[in-house]
């Protein structure tokens, strides 16, 4: 029964990756459409519509342009469901058993490594672009998944559940990220008000409360502490999904319905509002030199290279040496096709990306842009063309 359950939930999963995906990529070419057209202003205008939220008489008052909504509160249910998926991953998911999680784990974590290593060797010397490291090391996971869910049959199943074993771990990996090194200055006040809200909400978990509203009451006061203290405001909506309870006393699942319930708000508005907002690039002046920046050059090498060396030269090396089983029903071509579209970088790039330059003049944040967009494409064709291939060599072997 748990393991017709656990299909269940990667089908819907997969559903919606699908189909998310596309409406990313349709999200992706408005927002280059727009701010390449006689509204290119308008779309400027819209993301700097300010938004002020009072509480109190003379109390709190936060007063940001959309785009900051966009990307502070907004994208905050984005990591709740990123932290809900994690949890149950590793609670009774592809990744709840050591064995299973040996090779997506290590993949990831070369699949991160590679990447940040390249984009520096090609920024030494500017310590302003080298804050951008992490940038190729994320990857997407709703454009990656819906690639391989429109492939169909064309993709072993082991190798979708690769796939989002690696983009789910390493969502983990550019959470720490984030809270480790795209940090501003500390408050001690507010960051002590969010460790409060956060035992608030180990406590309830302790006491197997099961009212997912009371959590989310719990981690909205989390997100406005967490968002004056300096430490990114996202990285509320993971600890309050982490302390959802999986099973109440009759069975049933409250953190799986929440996810179920959630994926298709995430995957058909959330992403797509993110992506409008965050993908419109100016097009205009920009030639084979921009390309061939230091920093938009080591994010697509980053993202494009990268990540397939990292991703498929740890999973070929520990397969080759017994350390781990080869995905079932799967070839090397197809093993290295997946590998290329872990490159698809584009949400938790651009949203990494935005914390390292923030401040900093746009030109940074227009060659991120660029380097996202092209590595993140040539990424999706190449492995798409690949696994096409290696679909129709299997065939005629």
């Known amino acids: 029964m748990g393991n017709k359950n656990k299909h269940k939930s990667l089908f819907t999963f997969f559903s919606n990756a699908s189909s998310g995906g596309i409406i990313l990529a349709l999200a992706a070419i408005a927002a280059l459409l727009v701010s390449n057209s006689s509204y290119g202003d308008w779309y400027q205008a819209f993301l700097a519509i300010p938004g002020e939220i009072a509480i109190g008489d003379g109390g709190l008052v936060l007063s940001k342009p959309l785009i900051v909504w966009v990307n502070d509160l907004w994208m905050a249910a984005f990591f709740f469901l990123v932290g809900l998926e994690i949890k149950r991953e590793f609670l009774v998911g592809e990744l709840s058993g050591p064995g299973q999680l040996t090779l997506p784990a290590l993949s990831a974590l070369g699949g991160m490594a590679v990447p940040a290593l390249i984009y520096v060797a090609l920024n030494q010397g500017d310590a302003a672009a080298l804050q951008g490291w992490a940038i190729p090391a994320a990857t997407d996971i709703a454009f990656a998944l819906g690639i391989v869910i429109l492939l169909g049959s064309k993709v072993p199943l082991s190798l979708k559940v690769f796939l989002t074993a690696v983009a789910i771990i390493d969502d983990l990996l550019a959470i720490v990220i984030i809270a480790l090194f795209y940090t501003s200055s500390l408050s001690l006040t507010m960051l002590l008000g969010a460790f409060g809200a956060g035992f608030v909400l180990f406590i ?117 040496m017994g350390w781990v089983k080869a995905p079932a029903s799967a070839n090397t071509l197809q093993l290295l096709g997946i590998s290329i579209l872990c490159g698809i970088g584009f949400t938790m790039s651009l949203f990494v990306g935005g914390l390292a330059f923030i401040g900093l003049d746009p030109s940074y944040t227009l060659q991120l842009k660029i380097g996202v967009l092209c590595g993140s494409l040539l990424s999706g064709l190449v492995g798409t063309a690949l696994l096409l291939i290696a679909a129709k060599h299997s065939k005629t072997t």
């Open 204 to 320: 309830l978990n302790r006491l197997k409360i099961t009212r997912v509203d009371v959590y989310i009451v719990v981690g909205i006061v989390m997100w406005l502490f967490v968002l004056k203290s300096g430490v990114h405001a996202t990285l509320a909506g993971v600890a309050t999904a982490l302390a959802i309870p999986m099973r109440d006393s009759q069975g049933h699942s409250p953190l799986e319905t929440l996810e179920h319930g959630l994926h298709p708000w995430v995957a058909f508005l959330i992403l797509p509002v993110f992506a409008f907002s965050n993908a419109g690039v100016v097009l205009s002046g920009v030639t084979l030199d921009t390309l061939l920046a230091p920093i938009p050059l080591g994010i697509i090498l980053g993202l494009f290279v990268g990540k397939t060396v990292g991703v498929f030269g740890v999973s070929y090396l520990l397969i080759r």
